[in-house]
């Protein structure tokens, strides 16, 4: 069977427009992409480098407090080393590549605030600011539970623990 060249024309020009289209919904066309935007941090990650970043004040805290107090560092690096355990327990749930610093602020709980004042100097910490600081550490615990995953709940509630703890065994140090 011979066919019209004029069939032949229509048939090209939409299987020339049927190509067009398809590659216009493919995205490749000569306009400018916006780029996807990024997706938002999820919440156990930014809790966790909330809490990583408490962690290592309170464990910051400790050193300086050897540091300022050479007759107690003895009696109190037991309570740095524990804190460094939380934290690398801590560190061991942040998935790859959730590094601190990475996210926006959080809405989480902000972790609590063991250090001293800024202004204060080394020499200025005492027994009682880190008995303060544990205790501001272990109250922050149970609004940190209620946004958190079972397992990070879990390690939350045992460092809660062990926070509140040493609130008492610090206050049996003497400056």
Avoid: N, W
């Avoid at 992409?33 to 156990?44: E, N, W």
């Amino acid at each position: 069977m011979r066919h019209s060249g004029g069939a032949q024309v229509t048939r090209r020009a939409l299987l020339g427009s049927a190509a067009v289209a398809g590659l216009a919904a493919a995205g490749c066309s000569s306009a400018p992409r916006k780029p996807a935007a990024p997706a938002p941090p999820d919440p156990q990650t930014m809790l966790l480098t909330s809490l990583i970043a408490g962690k290592e004040q309170l464990v910051s805290l400790y050193g300086r407090a050897a540091a300022a107090l050479p007759g107690r560092a003895a009696v109190l690096e037991p309570f740095r080393q524990r804190h460094a355990a939380h934290l690398q327990a801590l560190r061991a749930l942040l998935p790859a590549g959730g590094g601190t610093g990475t996210f926006p602020a959080s809405p989480a709980p902000p972790p609590a605030s063991p250090t001293v004042s800024p202004s204060e100097s080394p020499s200025a910490i005492s027994v009682g600011a880190l008995r303060d600081a544990e205790r501001r550490a272990a109250s922050a615990r149970p609004a940190q539970m209620a946004t958190a995953s079972p397992a990070l709940s879990q390690l939350l509630a045992s460092i809660g623990a062990c926070e509140a703890v040493h609130v008492v065994a610090l206050g049996r140090v003497r400056d």
